[in-house]
């Protein structure tokens, strides 16, 4: 087979020009600042400007939250998942997930919008919220202990203190490894990965129970967790494709990261948009057999009106298509192809979550609007310029990982 490999020698393949970000930080921060408060601004302006603006901005808000919420998950799993499995292949690309997965602070502090109504008992986001609507419905009444405001604050604390220690773990080692050399940060982060992997499906579910599927407070389904995490794996995958390909338009790890290793991001791309769609019909089909009218409305009210075209969109462009667009071998070492369906993957991602938040608003025709965009860009870009604070001018990939020659080698077979 031809050898992509480059013919350097590693430590020019390693220099500082290649592997970190030097003056491409700061010029990256002040643009994706600049994007993130714009697209706010322009937001709350459309708000003001709409007539029930403010609960359509909420729902929209917690939308492209959930958006950027899940590559950060993702990007933890992902990490833990490779230390788990003591890969190789991935060490190249590896650093770029710690620093999404690191990027907890950012997330903490933009959660605060979906935060304050529900302590301030205002229902304008989750009807749960005010205790009047709980005590005027029997259901919802059975459900007051763990739909109490107080206890779901300090739900979310324990997650975001579970992501940011998880995080800040595998980041803070990797780190300190590449100073120290020392090879038993890797056997550290390889020893508590399971541990890791626990911690996180346990409180990846109860967040997304508690920040989605109790936008419908009487719906219950037993894998919407594992629907949401199935989610985030498409989005990461897709997310690190497009951050390798940014970098290296800019000159970095310009033949660090080959078509090897494309290739395989490519296959886990594959992977995760078929298990997105076991997933998303095991739990229609099991939802639609039980007939039980508590789960049935929530699926009736999406197949009602637009919203059937979004569900139609979704089963053809979130897995019907990219199962057909990214099942030739061609099209994973292909990296701009690569990029074309990982941005295609995103969009669907985004769709997807659009699917499940805004029909809470209770209508059946199609509520889009220019502020769900506004507020895309402008979480994105926060969530950008905070992803570049995270990473500094740290190396962009673990120097003294014991793995990184076979990464750095890495052939398909």
């Not at 107080?150 to 595998?170: C, D, E, K, N």
């Not at 594959?270 to 095991?282: D, E, H, L, Q, R």
Request: proline content about 3%; aromatic content about 14%; some cysteine.
């Amino acid at each position: 087979m031809q050898n992509d490999h480059p013919t350097q020698p590693i430590s020019e393949l390693l220099a500082d020009r290649q592997t970190r970000l030097n003056g491409l930080g700061p010029r990256s921060f002040s643009g994706l600042g600049l994007l993130g408060i714009s697209g706010f601004a322009a937001a709350i302006g459309l708000t003001l400007a709409c007539t029930d603006g403010w609960r359509y901005f909420f729902h929209s808000y917690l939308l492209s939250y959930c958006f950027v919420l899940s590559i950060s998950l993702g990007a933890l799993f992902f990490v833990a998942l490779q230390h788990a499995t003591r890969a190789g292949w991935s060490v190249v690309v590896r650093r770029l997930a710690e620093f999404l997965a690191a990027n907890v602070p950012c997330l903490v502090i933009l959660f605060l919008p979906i935060l304050i109504p529900v302590l301030l008992d205002n229902s304008i986001l989750y009807k749960w919220a005010s205790r009047s609507i709980i005590n005027s419905d029997e259901l919802l009444r059975h459900k007051a202990p763990y739909l109490d405001a107080t206890f779901f604050a300090f739900r979310a604390v324990g997650y975001f203190f579970v992501w940011w220690m998880l995080s800040q773990f595998f980041l803070t080692r990797s780190l300190e490894q590449d100073h120290t050399k020392d090879i038993g940060e890797t056997l550290r982060m390889e020893r508590w990965s399971p541990l890791a992997i626990i911690l996180f499906a346990g409180t990846m579910t109860f967040a997304s129970i508690d920040w989605l599927m109790s936008l419908s407070p009487s719906f219950y389904s037993t894998i919407f967790g594992l629907y949401f995490f199935a989610g985030s794996l498409v989005a990461v995958i897709a997310a690190l494709i497009l951050v390798a390909l940014v970098l290296q338009a800019a000159g970095r790890l310009a033949h660090v990261i080959t078509a090897e290793h494309y290739h395989d991001l490519g296959k886990l791309l594959f992977t995760f948009v078929v298990f997105w769609g076991y997933i998303a019909f095991s739990q229609y089909l099991l939802i639609w057999y039980a007939n039980i009218p508590e789960e049935t409305q929530w699926y009736a009210v999406r197949q009602a009106g637009d919203w059937k075209w979004v569900a139609i969109v979704l089963v053809a462009g979130n897995l019907l298509i990219p199962c057909v667009g990214l099942l030739s071998r061609h099209v994973k070492r292909q990296k701009y192809l690569l990029g074309f369906w990982a941005v295609w993957l995103l969009v669907m991602h985004w769709i997807d979550l659009y699917w499940i938040v805004m029909p809470n608003l209770g209508v059946e025709k199609l509520s889009f609007h220019l502020m769900d965009i506004c507020l895309l860009l402008g979480m994105i870009g926060i969530y950008g310029a905070s992803l570049i604070r995270t990473a500094g001018n740290n190396s962009l990939v673990p120097l003294a990982d014991p793995r990184l020659g076979e990464s750095l080698t890495f052939e398909n077979i």
